[in-house]
């Protein structure tokens, strides 16, 4: 048990960032199921836009030691209410998504993380690669 579980409203860029990670070909998927990936697990959007679908993301985090909370740095919406983190028994960190784009709002993303639970705060370019390091060093230790 030593995986990474991304929670994210659909859109977040859970999946992008994953593909980068893995050093896969960057394209667009909507996540249909859970996936699992070396040591990682995708969780649907759905899952945490719709607070009945919690326990799911409760139960995957069993397999996981670490729980990533992902923000679209563009979106204006936020899914994760206050003290979302709590009710995971690990740590819990926050990844902010998308921040080479001209409608990024990283600390709008960034202060609602931290009031979900998020321990520490990684901010990320898929495109750019910015931030793919550090995210790639907080992957490896969990492996």
Do not use: C
Not at 30 to 37: G, H, L, R
Not at 65 to 79: C, G, I, K, P, R
């Amino acid at each position: 048990m030593k995986d990474i579980i991304f929670v994210g409203k659909q859109g977040a860029g859970k999946t992008t960032l994953i593909q980068k990670l893995l050093n896969e070909k960057l394209e667009y998927k909507k996540t249909q199921a859970v996936e699992y990936y070396p040591n990682i697990i995708d969780t649907l959007g759905e899952y945490l836009e719709n607070p009945r679908y919690y326990n799911a993301i409760i139960t995957l985090s069993f397999d996981a030691n670490l729980v990533a909370l992902v923000h679209d740095s563009t979106s204006s919406e936020n899914f994760f209410p206050p003290g979302f983190g709590a009710m995971f028994n690990k740590k819990v960190v926050g990844i902010i998504t998308k921040i080479d784009h001209e409608d990024s709002d990283i600390k709008r993303s960034e202060v609602w993380l931290k009031n979900a639970g998020a321990t520490h705060i990684y901010m990320v370019s898929s495109y750019t690669n910015e931030g793919i390091e550090q995210i790639s060093r907080l992957f490896s230790k969990q492996i």
